[in-house]
């Protein structure tokens, strides 16, 4: 009986497929080491340009414009840095600056018109802006949070070496 159950492992062992590290998502290559982090204006340069707040790479995480790797292309790290709720962050991100886009243009196209302000034109503006502005700025609003975080929990000896993610 635990013979023939022995034998019927191996054989399931032996059928499983080969997996190589190359198609195995699990195993994620080594990230780069740094010896440091850019200051506060660069990584929100970075941030603002939707790069890797990390490395400065154009293509960081993604993938599409709502789709996203868990670590960056180039350098390996990963965006999340260990912290679950990292989401609430970059959805406050993208709240700051949908709103910021809106009281701009609403300031922008009142002092351009004044005193006869188009105002149910700019209403329909402004709308368009709140639904679309979300979706507009989603890529950003993630790499601009990594900055954030990036410069608010700075990243130890060990994390900056490339092994492991932030201690929340
Ligand atoms: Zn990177």
Request: net charge negative.
């Amino acid at each position: 009986m635990t013979v023939c159950h022995v034998a019927g492992y191996s054989a399931n062992v032996a059928k499983r497929p080969d997996i190589s590290p190359e198609r195995d998502a699990s195993v994620q290559p080594q990230a780069q080491a740094f010896d440091a982090l850019p200051g506060f204006w660069s990584l929100l340069g970075r941030g603002l340009t939707r790069r890797c707040a990390w490395c400065g790479d154009r293509r960081a995480y993604f993938k599409g414009w709502f789709r996203r790797e868990d670590s960056c292309q180039a350098c390996h790290h990963g965006w999340r840095r260990g912290d679950a709720a990292f989401e609430l962050g970059a959805t406050t991100a993208n709240i700051i600056l949908t709103f910021l886009t809106i009281s701009i243009s609403i300031l922008v196209a009142a002092i351009a018109t004044w005193p006869d302000v188009p105002t149910t034109l700019l209403i329909i503006i402004i709308g368009l802006m709140a639904v679309l502005g979300p979706g507009l700025w989603y890529p950003v609003s993630f790499s601009l949070w990594q900055a954030v975080d990036l410069f608010m929990r700075r990243p130890d000896d060990d994390e900056l070496a490339g092994h492991g993610d932030a201690d929340l």
